[in-house]
């Protein structure tokens, strides 16, 4: 739960509003209905997606949203799961009065342990699911980034810490300005590494 709060709040305080919910979504899914962690989830998810809304200037849906997130999010604590909630309510208490505001002003960031954390402050868990979160969001096929991530937590319980799928993924995720070139580059490492573990499948059988 912990990384899967964190990799979203990462994401969209980097602003991909759209791509955040897909670091909280699966998890939810799997949330008992009503549950705290389920309704912190779903207000997030309607949260960021009201701010895309509003973004895109779909007021009405931007609107409808921030009333919806208001709902999940107003029992729980102003610090549940260490997300800072009472600044995300009062943002969603304006965009329900104004979802234009957002064209005069930048999104709230999402506060979590006390940081306002961005990508270039993930680990590596969070930076894995983020990675993926964002291929996807990108255009990029998330397989060979799913891959990869599989390789780094190997290499890494191996004691390998200068794996080259760990530091891929940390370039993928936070170098905007060179994400396909890392892509290409974290593809072909993947496709080299799955093809020697094919010709070693089954020798000694």
């Keep these: ?8 709040v990462a994401i969209y305080n980097d ?19 009503g549950t705290d962690d389920e309704l912190l989830l779903h207000g997030l998810i309607q949260f960021t997606a009201a701010v ?3 973004r895109n200037r ?10 919806s997130a208001l709902e999940y999010l107003s029992g729980l604590p102003a610090d549940y799961r260490d997300v800072r ?7 969603l208490e304006m965009l329900t009065d104004d979802p234009s505001v957002l064209e005069r002003r930048s999104p709230p960031p999402i506060g979590h342990e006390g940081r306002t954390p961005g990508l270039a402050d993930l680990d590596l868990d969070t930076t894995a699911l983020a ?3 964002l291929a996807e969001e990108l255009g990029f096929d ?4 799913d891959r990869a991530r599989t390789y780094a937590r190997r290499d890494l319980e191996a004691g390998d810490d200068d794996s080259r799928f760990i530091s891929l993924l940390f370039d ?14 974290l593809s072909q490492h993947a496709e080299r590494r799955q093809a020697r573990e094919a010709d070693v499948d089954g020798l000694f059988e």
């Design 142 to 145: 998330p397989e060979p980034v």
């Design 131 to 133: 990675a993926v979160v």
């Design 52 to 54: 895309y809304h509003a």
């Design 58 to 67: 779909n007021w009405e849906g931007a609107t409808g949203l921030a009333e």
């Design 172 to 185: 993928f995720v936070r170098e905007d300005d060179h994400r396909g070139l890392v892509y290409r580059r």
């Design 15 to 33: 602003g991909y509003y759209h791509a955040a919910h897909d670091a909280w979504e699966e998890h939810w899914l799997d949330l008992e209905d």
């Design 85 to 91: 909630l009472e600044p995300i309510r009062r943002a």
């Design 1 to 8: 739960m912990r990384d899967r709060v964190r990799a979203g």
